[in-house]
């Protein structure tokens, strides 16, 4: 598997200060900047770092992440997690944080939920609406989901 680098998806309470805040941190400008969404895509120190704006709640960890090369990758994280007896979420195509993305979901035992996930390409939309989302782009992984058997990214 071709792992990128790892993902960290905050919740910040005022988005233009954290970004004023993170662009001073690391010397360098956003990768992505939206309505209440900001990116900072790193080489050094190798981090895919992302905050959407919420209320505060205490909880400033949106979800954790690995990003991979390609739908492959995704696919054999996705063998490894359920070799390993883990109950995985896969989406395919699907719409998150204005990018195109295949990826599968584990939840460790405190419930922080885990992506691994490929960038496929831009899309002009936060997300896709779906049933059961507890936070932006996470899905509800109470029961394991097999992936599509004709195509897709974990086959």
Request: aromatic share 8%; with cysteine; charged share 25%.
């Given at each position: 598997m071709n792992i990128l680098k790892p993902h960290v998806s905050l919740n910040v309470s005022?988005?233009?200060a954290s970004v004023a805040f993170y662009e001073r941190a690391f010397g360098v400008k956003a990768t992505k900047r939206?309505?209440?969404y900001a990116k900072f895509d790193l080489a050094e120190p190798s981090l895919n770092l992302t905050m959407q704006e919420a209320e505060r709640t205490g909880v400033?960890?949106?979800h954790f992440g690995i990003q991979v090369a390609s739908?492959?990758?995704v696919a054999i994280a996705w063998t490894r997690f359920k070799q390993a007896g883990l109950t995985?979420?896969?989406e395919e195509n699907t719409e998150c944080c204005y990018a195109?993305?295949?990826k599968v979901w584990v939840e460790d035992p405190d419930g922080n939920a885990w992506e691994v996930f490929v960038v496929k390409g831009e899309v002009d939309v936060m997300e896709q609406k779906r049933a059961?989302?507890?936070d932006c782009c996470v899905p509800r992984i109470?029961?394991?989901t097999a992936p599509k058997a004709s195509h897709g990214c974990c086959r």
């Amino acid at each position: 598997m071709n792992i990128l680098k790892p993902h960290v998806s905050l919740n910040v309470s005022n988005i233009d200060a954290s970004v004023a805040f993170y662009e001073r941190a690391f010397g360098v400008k956003a990768t992505k900047r939206r309505p209440g969404y900001a990116k900072f895509d790193l080489a050094e120190p190798s981090l895919n770092l992302t905050m959407q704006e919420a209320e505060r709640t205490g909880v400033n960890a949106n979800h954790f992440g690995i990003q991979v090369a390609s739908s492959e990758d995704v696919a054999i994280a996705w063998t490894r997690f359920k070799q390993a007896g883990l109950t995985t979420k896969t989406e395919e195509n699907t719409e998150c944080c204005y990018a195109l993305q295949d990826k599968v979901w584990v939840e460790d035992p405190d419930g922080n939920a885990w992506e691994v996930f490929v960038v496929k390409g831009e899309v002009d939309v936060m997300e896709q609406k779906r049933a059961g989302s507890a936070d932006c782009c996470v899905p509800r992984i109470s029961e394991a989901t097999a992936p599509k058997a004709s195509h897709g990214c974990c086959r």
